[in-house]
């Protein structure tokens, strides 16, 4: 796992835990629908792929869509009842790479 793949996944979660209701929905929501049907929505009308993934709250997994040609960006929660909720989506999506500095020093 690259760093820049390990920080979208800290920087996710973040995001994936604070929706923790979301995760907690065993009934289908107007934001909600089958992950098939979502995934497929994203890759069609935004041009999204997933970019990271990570296990939330409840087994709850959450994942990171993108697309470098159009910068437009979605998070998704998929609960384990199947249904994946939209938490956050907008534009200008930039991969990055930072460096963390070492251990010990100050920052």
Partial sequence: ?????????LLSTGLALGA????????????????????????????????????????AVMEVFASAATGTWTITITTTAGMTCLVASGQAFEEMAD???PQGDEV
């Fill in 20 to 59: 923790t209701s979301l995760a907690r929905a065993e009934t289908p929501a107007r934001n909600c629908a089958p992950r098939d049907t979502v995934i497929e929505r994203l890759a069609a009308k935004y041009g999204e792929t997933r970019k990271s993934i990570g296990l939330g709250n409840n087994n």
């Fill in 99 to 101: 460096i963390l500095p």
């Fill in 1 to 9: 796992m690259t760093k820049m793949t390990a920080k979208l996944i």
